[in-house]
């Protein structure tokens, strides 16, 4: 099981920039997949980016590419989201989640949620 902390929400102007973290603790499998959603209000949660255990592989949703940059440090057990060049319909709840299977189970978890606003 695998706990998830976000934080570096706020406040920021379009045009600005902001580094989401997400603190992960508990045990990870190497097929860990963690990801990034939102949630707009009104709207259905959606993805934003994943990555792999490995960081080998990366996704993101058509509305991040070239702006928003996933990446994870495995030893500090943190994963960020670099998001540049924001506008106003990044503004949501960004949720942390991480995906895995065990040897008994699979796992899906979330984290709280952290509100990002970006203003015009």
């Known amino acids: 099981q695998v706990q998830l902390v976000e934080s570096g929400g706020g406040p920021v102007q379009a045009g600005g920039s902001l580094r989401l973290s997400c603190a992960t603790s508990g045990r990870m499998f190497g097929n860990n997949v963690m990801g990034w959603y939102r949630q707009a209000p009104g709207k259905q949660r959606e993805l934003v980016a994943s990555?792999?255990?490995?960081?080998?592989?990366?996704d993101y949703a058509d509305s991040a590419k070239g702006r928003f940059t996933i990446s994870r440090d495995n030893s500090k057990g943190t994963v960020y989201l670099q998001m540049n060049s924001l506008k106003p319909e990044d503004t949501a709840v960004y949720y942390c989640?991480?995906?895995?299977?065990?040897?008994?189970?699979?796992?899906?978890?979330w984290g709280q949620g952290i509100q990002v606003t970006v203003s015009s």
């Open positions: 989640n991480s995906k895995q299977s065990g040897p008994f189970r699979a796992y899906d978890e």
């Open positions: 990555i792999t255990f490995s960081g080998d592989r990366t």
